[in-house]
């Protein structure tokens, strides 16, 4: 089994940023794909970024690029979600998500591609 924690949620005004953690622990991190997904109020879950193994590989969704950074410190065994230039609709339940299927059957960007899942931490964006 493995835990997921997530932390550095809350809220921020507009323009501003926030950091996400994300600690593993329970199996190797080193060996999984990590992604950050979020669920707003009456929405479904989006995928939001994903970062390989070895973390050369970045995955990011259109409405975050350029905004967002993914990285990861395999010696701590976290995933960061760095978030820049915040804006109300970036609102929501931020969860990370690790994978630990081989790369024929991982995909970044669906959440069926994840083996494992924290509960969560909330983001809200004033205007």
């Known amino acids: 089994q493995v835990q997921l924690v997530e932390s550095g949620g809350g809220l921020v005004q507009a323009g501003g940023s926030l950091r996400l953690s994300c600690a593993a622990s329970g199996r190797t991190f080193s060996n999984a794909a990590m992604g950050w997904f979020r669920q707003a109020p009456g929405k479904e879950r989006e995928f939001v970024a994903a970062?390989?193994?070895?973390?050369?590989?970045?995955y990011y969704a259109d409405s975050v690029k350029g905004r967002f950074t993914i990285s990861r410190d395999n010696a701590k065994n976290t995933v960061y979600l760095q978030m820049n230039s915040l804006k109300p609709e970036d609102t929501a339940v931020y969860y990370c998500?690790?994978?630990?299927?081989?790369?024929?059957?991982?995909?970044?960007?669906?959440?069926?591609?994840?083996?494992?899942w924290g509960q969560g931490t909330q983001v809200a964006v004033s205007s």
């Open positions: 970062i390989s193994r070895s973390g050369s590989r970045r």
């Open positions: 998500a690790a994978s630990y299927k081989s790369d024929a059957y991982y995909t970044p960007r669906i959440g069926a591609g994840y083996d494992y």
